[in-house]
């Protein structure tokens, strides 16, 4: 380890971050990596797009296929603390090609998958490859912007918005490419994806790397201890158990449950991508230069109102758009705001693994999304107000109430 340490801080002035590179070669590589972030967005889209006929086929119970729906984000749990120790060994340009090559892996085994075990194994994998992946591309985003942390993540979590406002559109014009196969889509990604890794690997210089290296040592584990990361943790753990249960099962819901068409699903659906869009960037500018932690602890109760109002009555097609895009203008500004809490609150030294615990609560409460979501809306999917209150308000409620007793750290 020491050796390591040592080996790393002789080779930093070979190495480049991208606030001192030349931008006429920056601009391309994020370009790409923005391009390669689409196609993780459009493979999260395909089982719920697809959940009604994948269920069919592989002779799926509601919870079980609720379960597979959102089953990718352990994955991203389980690797994302090793992940950023992967990123600084492996370097940025292995490590965001590398991750990319599972991912698409792991999409390609999905639509090969005969059985639920090789489905399973084909989502987990995808959810290795995002996690390193996500890091490795918002610590870049990040170091160009370290005044304007929130705003900068906003901006990245945008693509992602974008990706979902257009995908479900692009799935069902997949699927219907490949004559009603659901195996297509996923096939068609897989591809991409690989096309995608392969550049990667031989477009990022070598010399890149995420932020200035330093050379002061971890000051041991007390930062965890701070007042304020348990309660972003926390804020991160409920945010993602909401949203992947919106992402993995909300079409499912509105067509067996509301009997929305599955256009009209998969056009509220694409709205709350445009909610992230919106939500990311204005509210990261906003929280830049205020009160970040009682800003997020404000959206938070804001968002599980508007989640609840959400499934409370019977869905109507402008009904479900409405409020589809207002939840996901809470869920964008949360996101990107812890994301820069963590950032901020963990010294220079532990960055890397502050924002890696981040994404592990976070993707662990998004991997059972999907399945206490059909537990607590039952089977049928008729028990609106219990799924209301208890998926969705009564969690957002109590994450607020932390953020804003939390005093902020001196």
Request: with cysteine; aromatic share 10%.
């Amino acid at each position: 380890m020491q050796r390591s340490q040592t080996e790393s801080l002789e080779e930093a002035p070979a190495a480049a971050s991208p606030a001192t590179l030349n931008m006429l070669v920056l601009i391309p590589i994020l370009l790409l990596m923005a391009a390669t972030y689409v196609f993780y967005g459009w493979d999260r889209l395909v089982m719920p797009v697809e959940l009604v006929e994948m269920r069919k086929t592989l002779n799926l119970d509601q919870r079980s296929a609720g379960l597979m729906a959102s089953i990718f984000t352990l994955g991203i749990a389980v690797l994302s603390i090793p992940a950023g120790m992967l990123v600084a060994r492996l370097g940025l340009r292995m490590a965001l090609g590398l991750s990319t090559l599972v991912f698409s892996g792991g999409t390609l085994l999905s639509g090969a998958a005969k059985g639920i075990l090789a489905l399973l194994i084909g989502r987990l994998a995808t959810g290795a490859g995002e996690s390193v992946f996500s890091i490795a591309f918002f610590m870049i985003i990040v170091a160009l912007f370290p005044r304007w942390r929130g705003t900068a993540i906003g901006g990245a979590t945008a693509i992602f918005g974008l990706s979902m406002f257009v995908g479900p559109r692009v799935v069902l014009a997949l699927q219907a490419a490949g004559s009603g196969d659901w195996r297509f889509p996923f096939r068609f990604m897989g591809c991409g994806g690989v096309l995608a890794g392969l550049l990667l690997l031989f477009c990022v210089p070598q010399r890149l790397r995420a932020e200035e290296k330093t050379a002061s040592r971890p000051q041991g584990w007390g930062w965890l201890r701070s007042r304020t990361l348990p309660a972003v943790y926390a804020m991160a753990a409920v945010n993602g158990l909401c949203c992947y249960a919106y992402m993995s099962l909300f079409q499912t819901y509105a067509r067996v449950g509301q009997h929305l068409t599955p256009a009209e699903a998969s056009f509220a659906f694409g709205c709350f991508g445009i909610g992230n869009i919106l939500g990311g960037v204005p509210i990261g500018l906003v929280l830049d230069r205020t009160d970040r932690l009682r800003g997020v602890g404000i959206l938070s109760a804001l968002t599980g109102i508007a989640a609840a109002v959400l499934f409370l009555w019977p869905l109507h097609p402008t009904s479900a758009i409405v409020l589809s895009l207002i939840f996901g203008i809470g869920i964008g500004g949360i996101y990107g705001n812890c994301y820069a809490l963590a950032r901020e609150n963990a010294p220079e030294a532990r960055a890397s693994l502050a924002i890696g615990i981040l994404l592990t609560v976070y993707y662990l409460g998004a991997s059972s999304s999907g399945y206490f979501f059909v537990l607590a809306m039952g089977d049928d999917f008729t028990a609106n107000v219990r799924g209301a209150l208890v998926m969705f308000l009564v969690p957002y409620l109590i994450a607020s109430a932390i953020m804003l007793t939390t005093r902020r750290q001196t």
